[in-house]
């Protein structure tokens, strides 16, 4: 099984994935997961990359997905190619990575979404501000829909995260996906405080 984290920035991708991963080794899985080549990138070059350094760090992000696939059962992508698609068409315009990002996302088995309702936090190169993330989250919801991705939303901090998290997946169909992309009935708004209330109310827990 692959299963991708996307989201905005500071929404609390890379702790999710260690959390997952956790959880998952404690039930006696092989568990692999794959850090974010972009940041790696950022750390080592002092900077963000240029127009035409986005389309390899999007490969080998790639790359190293399907490289921890041939060690492990279950592999957590802490973020894809498509996160880079969309930073590179929404900064430089350029939206040829696209085809390529929306093709490697559509061979994961579960794609989870998370929320924007952690407080934004900064870490040098790779964030842009707190005013950036509602934009972002907008592009990747159009942008899995318009491919037919579908996609899970997370919700919730610590441990109700984690237990979101781990729901969505076991809903999800290890085969393949459905015909249809599945999201939150109100999956073309982005505010969070909604979309928090209809995700603990589809779970029956009280709103808070």
Known sequence: MKIA??????????????????HLRQQGKSIAVVPEVLREWCHREGRTPRPEEQLPIAQEQERRVDEAGTRAEIVIADTTALMVAIYSAMLFEDGTLYQFALD????????????????????GLQRDGAHVREPVD???????????????????????????????????????????????????????????????????????
């Open 5 to 22: 984290l996307l989201g905005a920035e500071s929404t609390g991708k890379t702790q999710l994935a260690g959390e997952l991963a956790a």
């Open 104 to 123: 490697r996302q559509r061979s994961y088995d579960v794609t989870l979404l998370t929320g924007l309702d952690l407080p934004w936090i900064a870490d």
């Open 138 to 208: 907008a592009l990747i919801r159009a942008a899995l829909a318009r491919a037919k991705v579908p996609y899970r939303l997370v919700y919730g901090s610590g441990e109700e995260r984690l237990a979101n998290a781990l729901a969505a997946i076991g809903s999800a169909t290890p085969s393949g996906p459905p015909s249809r992309p599945w999201a939150w009935s109100c999956d073309k708004c982005s505010d969070p405080d909604c979309e928090h209330r209809l995700f603990t109310g589809l779970l029956g827990k009280p709103n808070v």
